[in-house]
């Protein structure tokens, strides 16, 4: 679920900070840019693990802050496909059924990965496994809230970083047609830099409620 990722970035260590050890600004400075952040294609950074090497410092022309190339290992989450991972249930929607793991929100189990045969209960809001068995049909909910045993199947990385403006054709001065209230939703939601997507799909994974017994 963590591995430890070699990385190289230039620092730049303010001057009130001169007077600290140079690796006590060095690490501060790392977990303020990392922390917390997902880096493209390697995964969402925890904290630094350790610095493996400082080289020169350097202060240029009109900036008093010292700029140095550091190498250092981080800590990072980024689960192996087909790695068990145990999270709880944060919501379901007709996409499917979104996990947390506390730290890490953006797991999704997309309906055709749940146990089948699965359905929508559109007044609950859940998920239903429609667990056959002798004596019939008994639906089990997955709730929110409940812990679940969930395969990694497959990541996806969306770079968020920021683009230039879009050239879309100005509107003629004298149109008579309304300007728009907002821009659209689809434009405005916010797209997750990192997503998991995880399967339910066999036996012993689900609910850990359902293999308790």
């Known amino acids: 679920m963590f591995v430890v990722v070699e990385m190289v970035d230039t620092v730049r260590i303010p001057p009130w900070n001169f007077q600290r050890q140079l690796n006590e600004a060095v690490a501060e400075e790392l977990n303020k840019k990392l922390a917390n952040k997902v880096v493209y294609n390697v995964g969402l950074c925890i904290c630094l693990y ?8 350097y202060i240029f022309p009109g900036d008093g802050a010292s700029h140095t190339k550091v190498h250092f ?3 990072v989450f980024h689960p192996f496909l087909d ?3 145990v999270g709880k249930i944060k919501y379901c929607s007709q996409e499917g059924v979104y996990v947390t793991l506390g730290f890490f929100d953006d797991i ?3 309906p055709e990965s749940l146990q089948q045969p699965a359905k929508f209960d559109e007044a609950e809001q859940v998920w239903v496994w429609e667990y056959e068995t002798d004596e019939g049909t008994h639906d089990l909910y997955m709730d929110q809230g409940e812990e679940i045993r969930f395969r ?3 990541e ?3 770079d968020t970083s920021p683009t230039g403006p879009t050239t879309d054709p100005e509107p003629p001065a004298n149109s008579n047609t309304a300007p728009t209230a907002a821009t659209d939703d689809s434009a405005q939601k916010k797209e997750a830099p990192y ?3 995880a399967s339910i799909s066999e036996p012993g994974l689900g609910l850990l409620s359902w293999w308790s017994s």
């Open 108 to 110: 999704l189990i997309p």
């Open 50 to 57: 350790d610095i493996t090497k400082l080289e020169d410092s």
């Open 73 to 75: 290992r981080y800590v």
């Open 83 to 85: 790695e068990i991972l």
């Open 156 to 158: 996806l990385f969306l």
């Open 152 to 154: 990694v199947v497959d």
């Open 195 to 197: 997503t998991l997507m």
